[in-house]
């Protein structure tokens, strides 16, 4: 019996980081924002309803999508952002569970990565919950470095989501990763290991 275990956590928290240590134990990761990428290249029918949505001017000239431009007009409009997960989240879990259910045949586990697992109340897609935490001034901070951004627009987008304490109370595990690279990869190991997906 395979265990389907959704991985999640808060913008900058870590989570790709956790993800790839799955891969490394062999544990297949499909990833939502992957997905969600895919189902909004031109030709989709998402990024039909989307244009359709939010008009012409969310396209670049090579009528790909104008992701930073759209980001813009959802991560501060709680109603746009809805009606943006209302087109993609169905399609998006359509093809996730797809892939679930032909992995789950080969593998003892399988990782769906869902940043908003929790927001978009896709709980029945998964057996277990692992939360990537992190304290809220190291979020912040991440947030702020990597993708170069003011302290007012990083806030914008960690509040468009449930807090991470919030998170990590409804979760199965908690991974802390506030430490270093080689504590997060040992809390992961124990955790596989008292799941029994891998031997010690």
Known sequence: MSLVIGLTGGIASGKSTVSDLFREYKIPVIDADVVARE???PGEPALAAIVKSFGEEILLSDGTLDRPKLGSIIFRDEQKREQLNNIVHPVVRERMTAERDRLKKTYPA?????????????????DKVVVVYVDSSVQLERLMRRNELTEQAAMDRINSQMSLEQKASKADAVIDNNGTPKETQEQLEQLLTSWEIIDK
């Open 39 to 41: 189902v909004v290249e």
């Open 110 to 126: 399988v990782v769906l990565d869902i940043p908003l697992l929790f927001e978009g109340n896709q709980l029945q897609l998964v």
